[in-house]
């Protein structure tokens, strides 16, 4: 049933629930990741900078007032669900934390400078007016054009909206929709009618209300109510900023005034935003819990669903799969919007506050109908022949919600209250519905640009972040004895083909047109003949296979583990042994696996030591190899045993071993013997090695020299010893991932262990790498927390053996980079030892031919893995997004988490490659670079001020971010391993927490209250809004927690209220709390049990355990908190304001 | 003497570039760099400064290629974990059409050369009066 999910998610439900969000309108949602993007072009790039302010075309200014695009909205900014960004590490402040909010102010409003605002008044101060104006229209809008379109003219809806408009794309989408569509000619009829919205501007024009802007929809509605506030707030703001510092940053002084101003027009946001909660937020978190539960349920009733999907789909808008799908498109839509009259009327239908709308929508007629007649005349002769400032008031009467113009200069909090959701391709609402789920397969653009030039005009990087073998709780499970592929390309048939006829599909990706078998004409869920467009590999962007023999190269092997662990006497004193064999005690019942299950054991130090596991034995034996130098398996058959067979002496060994070494004081570590010995005993049959390790490898192969120098730990100048000092372990991996063997590396040591080299090991073998710094089972408690519970999750959680996973785009597209854990075999082959459901990876794509006549393009994933019971399988995403062909479409499916994700694994490498000033400074190009080539070619009216889309809005903040972050920052004290361990992360995390490691979230949690709360299991579990990380938001009467990813800190303040102290953390005051805080006391309070609820669901939602610190002010981890403040500046660091200055200044030179 | 040592190693780095257009076809990198190497010391001794010169650019190409690999026990240029991403493929591959390029151009010149030195040799002394 997971196709259900799927679609509550991309679609189907949609319709009003995402109404924040992308999908309904098309533009916004599109996303274009750049491709051909090289780090290094970026750089080459910057001299180029776009010079030209752009002068403001004639048009310009009086479009403006036109503008339907409320300004405001942008605060209401969709972005509900997914990600949690967070960084850890960051430069010191300078500033007080508390003191902060007056002292705060100068710097951000600092650059007083600003010369000749002027035109900002103007320009700024109509987009307000104006947007209220606009405000009413789009919800109006929207939701006209398409159920008249349906209504009136299905048919000929698509194919006008496709020739006629001027945006080349997004009608092209419609058509696509149209096109596509294939299996359900019928219904692709009604959606292309419904998508089109955007480009509607023009089909609106026939309908009569043509609304441009439908992407509002959602929106629009929940707005309704609140934007007369909100502009008015704002406004009063405007002035205030007014110098803002539109010039050159020069020298920030503290001229700036008033905060509260500031502040109070941040506030407006909020109460939208709320609004729009209020429906929104508690529907999207549900879906998040069922995430980690594992299993595949095999779901024949892929139709089952259908009636009670609707219902739910609204419930579950964003993530997962909690909603079922929905196979008969054309009933949908009635389905959805019953309620809904065609025309004005629907406005109202949203379930925001109905009561404004009659008065808001007589205000609205008026400016409605004024951007009209300015559009028409472009309808009239096609686009083709506008004027330049006429089109660019179409543009900019259509603009979408996520190309709406925000300067960042003026415009603070414009992070969002709630996580940052994933914009919807703009896809016809049928196969957006189909389409893959975000948090599984990602496109840095939603929209595909038609050409490389395109892309590399827009200047941002192309490319897909994928979590495939992400825990599913619903996942259609499909058994046959054929799996219907493209016979050229070998593509699995999916949602997106197109049926010719009953007896033949066309690939789409290589567009070959195929045969249907005759196994496949039979429909097992439905039970009916002659329906091959209703199976649920058609109905399915996610599906598993169960593999015939073809897909063997041998016989599925069975589920190895073998453990290999460090017993030197520094690995003896951190005390980890006692909690591993704790551990896989506790957990040896849940390892996954069948009855050929096998285990073993391996303990170094000077020495390699096996064990004699074999049934029979009355304990088990210890065989000692000395030598070292050319390593050999005592007794190659007893050694790995299985774990059924011999269960209990696997037990007495895991007893027996922490006592075993207590006294050891063998302090060397032959790590690379030790390796090379598991290698050799799992090579006959591939597997899972988890090594552990606590300190630097000093003897034999693979021994390593200390290369870090402490004293240059805070340097900033370039860092040394990114790269690995020895290609073993490189070659060892390679080895081992040949003999589909992957390595886990543990590292718990606080000394330098040199994690550039030995990471290597897991790195090629697709293994992953947990490091646990200072870890202590006495001095640092919470570090063994972590580790018992990532233990936990490391047994238990599935694993898929030999695997390989594949990529495929339709022709005209190329993979030309991988990030993340593999051995890339061959162009497009990763192979994959083991795959395990928290790894996520990326690839950079580039276009290599124009892709022209396409409406959409596909992207398929397909995973061919061995279960732990012994099946083959095949797990097959298909991603289907639309190709877009002008500059400002690319801009508004730009999905900034996703290009953000992509950009530090490509920074990633830079940094290893070249150096790290050279990443970073590729880094800052990008965002410059976007955001220049924003201003040059998507940008209609030039106004002064750093200008970005909203759907970019976030990109300078999440890039300071990755500058901040422990894998790129410098001037900080970083020890070199974590930074290491920071970057692999970076690279193998999903985008999810790969964001939040980036963006911490900050939560005020002193005052949580069950308002907006979410309800799951019965528990509830608030949801108080994100903060921007800057001091300013701190209050001393306050608590507030960072989520870092990894970690969480709870900071109390010096006068936090006492009943937060007694009621939550249970001490009477706040002198009382103790130094080094990690738990929550468990109280039978309201205030505790809320406070727990939500860190718990925070934990729940990630598959790694993140320890939580209470922090006061003198902890020896404060330094560590407000390093992640981003916002503000550090000794060696921009602050958020004086970065924006700075990329102002280079973009306008 | 109907035989220069300039003369000699032209014909010698002829047939060396022979093999070498090979090489550089199926990327077999370390003989190619060595081989050229090799001819490019002939001509030092032969003091063919022209020659040199216009060999100096790959040489000192190949030095820094070689110089500039990934961290790698054995000898060789390729990293397998790497190689296959299509970028750098597609450099690897680049680099060998213009290697070809520029080996088959300096084919017919060492034709020349070697035709040039050793002809000057066969030209009677009256010739030059």
């Known amino acids: 049933m997971s196709t259900a999910g799927f679609n509550s998610q991309n679609g189907t439900g949609t319709g009003q629930t995402y109404a924040n969000g992308p999908t309904q309108n098309p533009v916004a949602l599109q996303q274009t990741p750049g491709v051909g993007y090289s780090m290094n072009h970026q750089q080459a790039y910057n001299p180029m900078q776009a010079k030209a302010p752009a002068p ?94 349906n209504a009136a003219t299905p048919p000929m809806g698509p194919a006008p909206s496709m020739n006629t408009p001027p945006r080349g794309p997004v009608t092209n989408h419609v058509n696509q929709a149209a096109g596509l569509a294939g299996p359900l000619p019928q219904s692709a009829a009604v959606y292309s009618s419904a998508p089109p919205p955007h480009m509607s501007s023009r089909p609106a024009q026939f309908s009569g209300p043509g609304l441009p802007p439908t992407s509002m929809h959602g929106y629009t509605q929940p707005g309704t109510a609140p934007p007369p506030m909100a502009p008015q707030a ?42 729009q909660c209020g429906g929104v937020v508690p529907n999207v978190l549900p879906p998040t819990e069922p995430d980690f539960q594992e299993g595949d349920i095999e779901c024949p009733g892929t139709v089952a669903g259908n009636g009670p999907q609707a219902a739910n789909s609204y419930n579950h808008v964003d993530n997962r799969m909690a909603g079922p799908t929905q196979p008969a498109p054309p009933g949908r839509h009635l389905g959805h919007y019953p309620s809904l009259p065609p025309g004005y ?123 495939p073998f992400k825990d599913l709780s619903q996942l259609p499970v499909v058994t046959s004895s054929t799996i219907v592929r493209c016979r050229s390309c070998r593509t699995y048939i999916n949602p997106f083909v197109s049926f010719l006829d009953q007896r033949r599909w066309k690939c789409n990706l290589c567009y070959r047109v195929n045969d249907v078998p005759e196994e496949f004409m039979y429909n097992p869920v439905s039970r009916s003949y002659g329906e091959p467009h209703k199976r649920p590999e058609v109905q399915n962007a996610t ?9 063997m190269l041998r016989p599925p092997q069975p589920a190895v583990y073998l453990f290999v662990l460090d017993v030197s006497h520094n690995a003896v004193e951190t005390g980890f042994l006692s909690v591993f064999c704790q551990s896989v005690l506790d957990n040896i019942d849940a390892l996954p696996g069948d009855s050929r299950t096998k285990v073993g054991f391996i303990t170094f130090d000077s020495t390699i030591h096996f064990y004699n596991l074999q049934e029979g034995l009355s304990q088990p034996q210890m065989l000692i190899v000395s030598d070292i130098e050319d390593i050999f398996l005592p007794t190659p058959d007893s050694l790995l045993v299985n774990l059924n067979e011999c269960k209990e002496l696997v037990q007495d060994l895991l007893k027996s071993l922490p006592s075993l070494f207590e006294k050891t004081m063998e302090t060397q570590s032959a790590l690379g013997s030790a390796l090379q010995a598991a290698f050799k005993l799992l090579s006959p049959t591939g597997g899972r090695m988890s090594v552990f390790q606590t300190q630097l490898p000093n003897l034999g192969v693979g021994a390593l020299q200390s290369r870090e120098d402490p004293n240059q730990r805070a340097s900033s100048k370039d860092i040394q010893h990114l790269s690995p000092a020895t290609d073993f372990y490189k070659k060892l991996a390679l080895d081992c991932s040949g003999q589909q063997v992957a390595v886990d590396l543990f590292l718990l040591s606080a000394q330098y262990c040199d994690m550039a080299s030995l990471g290597c090991i897991s790195r090629y073998s697709a293994g992953s790498v947990y490091y646990y710094p200072s870890y202590h089972h006495r001095h640092n408690p919470a570090q063994v927390e972590r580790f018992q519970k990532d233990l936990k999750r490391y047994l238990t959680r599935k694993i898929g053996f030999e695997a390989v996973m594949r990529i495929r785009c339709t022709k005209g597209l190329s993979i030309h980079t991988f990030h993340g854990n593999f051995f890339v075999r061959s162009t497009d082959l990763l192979s994959l030892p083991n795959v395990n459901p928290d790894a996520g990876f990326a690839v950079q794509m580039s276009i290599e031919e124009n892709l022209d006549d396409m409406q959409v393009v596909s992207f398929q994933a397909a995973l061919l893995y061995t279960s732990s019971k012994g099946e083959r399988r ?163 009467e306050g608590a507030f927690l960072m989520d870092a990813g990894t970690v969480m800190y709870l900071w109390i303040g010096r006068n936090c209220h006492p009943n937060f102290l007694t009621q939550v953390l249970g001490v009477p005051n706040y002198a009382a709390l103790p130094d080094n805080l990690y738990l929550l006391p468990e109280l039978d309070t309201a205030e505790s049990q809320r406070t727990r609820a939500f860190i718990g669901w925070l934990r729940d939602q990630r598959p790694f355990f993140p320890s939580l610190h209470i922090i006061r002010d003198e902890s020896q981890l404060k330094p560590v908190f407000m390093q992640s403040m981003i916002e503000d500046r550090t000794e060696s660091a921009l602050s958020y304001y004086e970065f924006l200055l700075h990329v102002q200044q280079q973009i306008s030179k | 003497m109907a035989f220069t ?87 690897c591959q680049k680099e060998g059409w213009c290697k070809l390029a520029f080996y088959l151009l300096s084919f017919f010149y060492y034709l020349y050369g070697y035709v040039f030195s050793s002809s000057r040799l066969f030209t009677p002394d009256y010739f030059l009066i």
């Open chain 1, 56 to 149: 403001p075309g004639p048009g310009l200014y009086p479009s403006g007032p036109y503008q339907p695009i409320p300004p405001i909205s942008s605060y209401l900014l969709g972005p509900q669900v997914t990600s949690y960004p967070s960084s850890p590490g960051h430069p010191l402040l300078t500033r007080p934390p508390m003191g902060a909010t007056p002292s705060h102010t100068p710097p951000l409003s600092a650059s007083p400078i600003p010369g000749p605002r002027m035109p900002p008044a103007q320009a700024t101060p109509p987009p307000p007016a104006v947007s209220s104006s606009s405000y009413y229209q789009n919800p109006q809008q929207p939701m006209a054009p398409v159920w008249q379109y």
């Open chain 1, 234 to 275: 704002y406004q009063p703001v405007r002035p205030a900023y007014g110098p803002p510092p539109t010039g050159p940053p020069s020298s920030m002084k503290p001229t700036l005034p008033p905060t509260g101003t500031s502040v109070a027009s941040a506030t407006p946001p909020p109460p939208n935003v709320d609004a």
């Open chain 1, 345 to 467: 009327q629907n406005t109202s239908a949203p379930p925001v506050n109905p009561p404004m709308h009659p008065a808001m929508q007589a205000a609205t007629q008026p400016y409605t109908q004024a951007p009209q007649p300015f559009q028409q005349p472009p309808g009239g002769p096609g686009p083709a022949q506008l004027s330049p400032s006429m089109a660019a008031m179409s543009l900019q009467s259509n603009t979408p919600e996520a190309l709406r113009v925000v300067n960042l200069l003026q415009e603070r909090n414009l992070l969002p209250p709630s996580p940052v959701s994933a914009p919807t391709p703009c896809l016809p609402q049928d196969l957006q519905k189909l389409n893959c789920s975000p948090e599984v397969f990602r496109s840095t653009l939603t929209s595909i640009p038609q050409t490389q030039a395109l892309l590399n005009k827009a200047k941002m990087p192309l490319g897909l972040l994928l979590h």
């Open chain 1, 543 to 551: 599906i598993e296979f169960i593999a015939p023999s073809e897909y």
């Open chain 1, 874 to 1036: 095949i797990r097959v995403h298909t991603l289907c997004l639309p190709v877009a062909n002008s500059v400002s479409d690319i801009f508004a499916g730009a999905d900034v988490q996703a290009i953000t994700g992509l950009l530090a694994c490509m920074a990633v490498d830079r940094s290893v490659t070249a150096s790290l000033s050279d990443a970073r400074d590729a880094m800052i190009n990008a965002s410059i670079d976007s955001l220049s080539s924003y201003r040059q070619f998507a940008l209609t009216i030039q106004q002064p001020g750093l200008l970005a889309p909203t759907c970019l809005r976030l990109f300078p903040l999440y890039i300071l971010a990755l500058l901040k972050q422990k894998a790129f920052r410098t001037g900080t004290s970083t020890r070199l391993d974590e930074r290491m361990f920071a970057m692999y992360q970076l690279k193998y995390q999903p985008l999810a927490f790969a964001m939040l490691m980036i963006h911490p979230a900050l939560y005020r949690v002193d005052d949580l209250t069950d308002e907006g709360a979410l309800n799951i299991n019965e528990r509830t579990i608030p949801q108080p809004a994100i903060l921007q990380l800057s001091v300013e938001k701190l209050s001393r």
């Open chain 2, 5 to 91: 040592f300039a003369a000699f190693c032209y014909m010698l780095a002829l047939l060396l570039t022979a093999a070498l257009i090979f090489f550089a076809i199926w990327h077999l990198v370390l003989p190619e760099y060595l081989i050229h190497f090799f001819f490019c010391v002939m001509f030092l001794c032969a003091t063919e400064w022209l020659t040199l010169t216009l060999n100096l650019p790959l040489l000192a190409y190949h030095v820094w290629r070689y110089t500039s690999r990934p961290v790698m026990s054995g000898p060789g240029l390729y990293d397998p974990t790497t190689i296959m991403n299509a970028d750098i493929l597609a450099y």
